[in-house]
């Protein structure tokens, strides 16, 4: 794909409008066909790629808007998964009392967030994202970027031993399902043109910063090995098996601290140090990492790499200043090439549906400070010769 210096690109997911939400849950709850939801969908599809064209967005998504969040989605998209709110999963939990406190000190409520639970053999009852990503191609000319829930996630999240058992003995049993059925996927979106797939693995961090003890909702912390270690090199594993071979698209991983609160007291703190060795293993092209945080520490090098530089928070209403976007990407020219450095914020914007971080206003705003930045930067370079 044919690209400017200092790309720049979303995480994933845009806030939903009002009438997609009522619209979404008419479908779950059976009041609204799939057609009568697609209409309502792809009008909210077509006004966030307006939007990202607008700000002078260089590889648009579709913002996720089909999605009621950015993995539980694959339960209407896999046999054998259905949702389940995390007020039910009390009731198959071990600790009740606590992932009641962690849901309490996260901030967390148990009605706002579905998890996709494994109740029986898992496969691909159709594409996951292709379709999504044709109806974008059909709308734009720009590069098209399409996330996927990662294979560590997927599994970790899916794998509740009292309801998953029955089909799997273990998750490392699931993952070979997980790994073949989103490796099937990649190959299909690569198949269709799209030009950019990134897997989201945000509970990484979770691993080498909660030691000890379960601080995600993501209720795969009760799948969990114990050892951060061990854990980390089967996500490593399964990522590269998923990624093995594939070409024709440029591929990544999306790592962050957490995505579901304004209130950054709730997420996780800490460099990517200690997920540098696993990180540098992994087959991809680039990593789309946070760095608009204080929380995520110093940028750092990744041998190899592209890096995706998170350089707006999502999650803050104040819009950055684009010489401040500048400052943070001049830092990373000091690490890497120029051409290995891509712009975005450092996370989606609406990464659970009910629980947007910020209103669509303020994403774009965000998005064309980037986008002056990176115009900036580019002049900067022209200039210097």
Request: glycine residues 8%; charged residues 25%; negative net charge.
């Amino acid at each position: 794909m044919g690209l400017p210096m200092f790309p720049v690109s979303v995480v994933g997911s845009w806030p939903r409008p009002p009438e997609l939400l009522r619209a979404l849950r008419q479908k779950q709850r059976g009041d609204l066909s799939q057609d009568e939801f697609d209409t309502a969908a792809d009008t909210a599809v077509l006004e966030t790629l307006h939007l990202q064209t607008a700000a002078g967005v260089d590889v648009v998504t579709d913002g996720e808007q089909r999605r009621d969040n950015f993995y539980s989605f694959v339960a209407e998209k896999l046999s054998g998964v259905q949702l389940m709110s995390l007020s039910e999963m009390l009731d198959v939990v071990e600790d009740k009392a606590g992932f009641e406190d962690i849901l309490e000190t996260l901030d967390v409520p148990a009605y706002a967030i579905d998890n996709p639970t494994c109740v029986g053999r898992v496969e691909r009852k159709g594409p996951l994202a292709v379709d999504e990503a044709r109806f974008l191609r059909q709308h734009t000319d720009k590069p098209i970027k399409v996330a996927l829930p990662g294979p560590y996630l997927l599994t970790r999240a899916m794998f509740v031993p009292d309801v998953s058992k029955p089909a799997y003995a273990s998750k490392e049993e699931l993952a070979e399902d997980v790994v073949r059925m989103l490796r099937a996927e990649v190959e299909a979106l690569a198949a269709e043109g799209v030009d950019f797939v990134q897997l989201d693995e945000p509970v990484l961090t979770e691993l080498v910063f909660s030691t000890g003890k379960t601080r995600t909702f993501m209720c795969a912390a009760l799948a969990s090995r114990g050892d951060p270690t061990e854990e980390l090199e089967f996500a490593v594993s399964l990522i590269n098996r998923v990624m093995e071979g594939i070409s024709g698209v440029r591929t990544g991983l999306h790592v962050c601290r957490g995505n579901w609160s304004q209130n950054e007291a709730t997420l996780l703190r800490g460099s990517y140090q200690p997920l540098a060795p696993y990180l540098n293993q992994l087959n991809v092209d680039q990593l789309v990492l946070e760095y608009a945080t204080e929380r995520a520490g110093a940028v750092m090098p990744f041998e190899g790499k592209e890096i995706g530089l998170g350089v707006v928070n999502p999650r803050t209403e104040g819009i950055e200043e684009p010489e401040r976007i500048v400052e943070t990407v001049s830092k990373a020219l000091e690490l890497y090439p120029a051409e290995k450095v891509w712009l975005n914020p450092d996370c989606g914007f609406g990464t659970f549906s009910a629980r947007p971080v910020n209103t669509a206003e303020v994403a774009a705003k965000k998005l064309a400070v980037t986008v002056e930045a990176a115009r900036s930067l580019r002049e900067g370079r022209t200039a210097t010769g």
